[in-house]
């Protein structure tokens, strides 16, 4: 990109943005490839490296290709622009795939033949020459090619000069008066050349062997033809390069053309507008659309359902109430809740730090996505689409659609490893767990200091042993407090817990929905939504860069 700016340089301070017209066009390329049809984006692609190729190069040489039919008197013409013999003429001329060149002013010309390919034994430098006359100076900065004729039966004739008209500045167009008509001309150069024609010319030669009184009507029949070619307002210019009859006016046409140093920018433009023009054709130029808050919602739901987050977070207000009133319940009866199952261990979602270091990467028993589940998430997909792509060309929505389903065949293992990678702190008891603890088992103490006083009490009795004064509290004897408290505080304080266990539990199952259903959207972004706003992106960006190619 730095060549190419410092190459549009030479013609930006004429007043062109054609540099960054041709970055527009990189740009639109490199995001629709793989996206839209290669033909098309190939094309654009050529384009560009040509037009960035030819920025790099001499800016005070313009490029003029003759190009004509055999028997139009194209190297004729050539001759007749030089002042001098260059190429072969008739049946003298060499069954040659090369196009010979002939330039006026030499600085910075050979990287740009070299560009061309144009070997050098077919470049003749016209300031090295002894005939100098009056138009080197009118036709200084030019670069005349003489190109193969174009229904040569040679397939490398046919090959060069489409090569050849794809990197010249200007192209004049050598017709005769028997075949300026051929069909092989208008539809395979002329025609889809419409948008160049500000840098064609069209020579309607061999004028001398049209009858006068006929010639300004062939003139005018070439100009219709151009016309319904799309080249309305292309110069035909009537010359006989044999009698010489407007070859000053030819040679002053392409002086005036090439004096402005416009023709390369141009040519350039041309080139840009066109494979723009076609590349927007399946592009489009709809606004980049966004994705709906709604949409992606209902997916992440979805993804959740399939994941079996609701079952997942049952179990933990499930586990959460086992494993609190198992802390917090009465110690004589709490112990029972031990061979009560727990839900997260069986669906290996606490399987410890042990569990997890034996199976590596946790694995979870949750059961796969129904087919239910799977249709509801490819409906959510297909919704999402739909929405996003609409005003899309066809082919940009086809790009979107399958960068949405790309990643889906890892739905399950992604949602598997979503759902074991969570930190769902099942182990974690509440706070006020421990004291409760503690005050239990005071408690349970309590009661069994109050038992234990009582039964010695009555062995005494029992064995007629003088009973030894009992200390009372509130009109009742301590130990029978100590054991009627202990049991009846414990019970009440273990009710008391299962109200404060199951609010605790509900919270828990709370926080962990929304930690499931964070880790479930990150897979749903990884899987769909990711790839969509790559595919949006890549559509901005082609829009983007069509729009600068062709403002």
């Known amino acids: 990109m730095t060549s190419l700016l410092e190459g549009a340089k030479k013609l930006v301070t004429r007043g062109s943005d054609i540099g960054e017209r041709v970055a527009g066009l990189e740009r639109a390329v490199e995001a629709s490839r793989g996206r839209l049809d290669d033909d098309v984006v190939e094309h654009a692609g050529s384009t560009a490296d040509r037009a960035a190729h030819r920025l790099r190069l001499s800016a005070d040489h313009t490029v003029v290709a003759l190009a004509g039919a055999t028997g139009s008197g194209k190297s004729s013409t050539f001759n007749a622009l030089t002042g001098l013999e260059l190429s072969a003429v008739g049946v003298r001329r060499p069954t040659t795939s090369w196009a010979t060149a002939c330039v006026w002013g030499s600085e910075g010309a050979p ?89 064609m010319l069209v020579v309607l030669n061999q004028i001398d062997r049209v009858p006068e009184e006929r010639r ?131 669906l290996h979602l606490d399987l410890g730090p042990a569990g997890k270091e034996l199976a590596g990467v946790p694995r979870t028993s949750v059961p796969e996505p129904t087919q239910v589940q799977r249709a509801r998430i490819d409906t959510e997909v297909r919704t999402l689409v739909d929405e996003v792509s609409d005003g899309l060309r066809p082919a940009w929505s086809h790009a979107i659609r399958r960068a949405s389903v790309a990643r889906l065949p890892e739905l399950g293992d992604r949602l598997d490893k979503a759902l074991g990678g969570t930190d769902l702190g099942p182990q974690k008891l509440p706070v006020w767990a421990g004291a409760v603890r503690v005050l239990q088992w005071a408690l349970i103490l309590a009661a069994l ?48 817990c299962r109200v404060l266990v199951s609010a605790t539990a509900r919270r828990r199952a709370r926080v962990a929905d929304k930690a499931l259903r964070d880790a479930i959207g990150e897979v749903s972004d990884e899987l769909v939504v990711a790839p969509i706003r790559t595919e949006l992106d890549a559509y901005g960006q082609a829009v983007d860069g069509l729009a600068t190619a062709l403002r």
Request: net charge negative; charged share 25%; proline share 6%.
């Open 216 to 346: 300004e009507a062939m003139v005018g029949d070439v100009r219709r033809l151009l016309a319904a070619d799309g080249l309305t307002g292309v110069p035909v210019l009537a010359v006989s390069s044999k009698e010489g009859w407007g070859i000053d006016e030819l040679r002053e046409e392409i002086a005036r053309k090439v004096a402005g140093k416009k023709v390369t920018k141009q040519r350039l433009e041309a080139d840009v507008r066109g494979a723009a023009t076609r590349l927007r054709a399946v592009t489009g130029e709809t606004k980049v659309p966004t994705l709906p808050r709604e949409r992606l919602d209902a997916l992440e739901d979805a993804f959740a359902e399939a994941a079996g987050v609701p079952t997942v977070v049952k179990a933990v207000e499930e586990s959460t109430r086992v494993r609190a009133n198992r802390a917090t319940g009465w110690p004589v009866t709490s112990w029972l809740s031990k061979f009560r199952p727990d839900p997260l261990k069986r």
């Open 449 to 496: 200091t109050g038992a234990v006083w009582l039964g010695v009490l009555a062995l005494g009795t029992y064995a007629r042993v003088p009973e030894p004064p009992t200390p009372t509290w509130g009109g009742f004897a301590l130990p029978t407090l100590l054991l009627l408290g202990g049991v009846v505080l414990g019970v009440l304080l273990a009710l008391l």
């Open 111 to 199: 990287e740009l033949l070299e560009f061309l390919g144009i070997p050098a034994r077919h470049q003749v430098s016209r300031d090295n020459l002894l005939s100098v006359g009056r138009e080197d100076d009118v036709l200084q900065g030019v670069v005349l090619l003489d190109l193969p004729d174009h229904d040569s039966t040679e397939v490398s004739h046919h090959l060069e000069v489409d090569r050849l008209v794809s990197l010249a500045d200007m192209l004049i167009w050598v017709l005769d008066p028997q075949k300026y008509a051929d069909a092989a001309v208008h539809e395979r150069y002329l025609r889809p050349l419409a948008g160049h024609q500000d840098v």
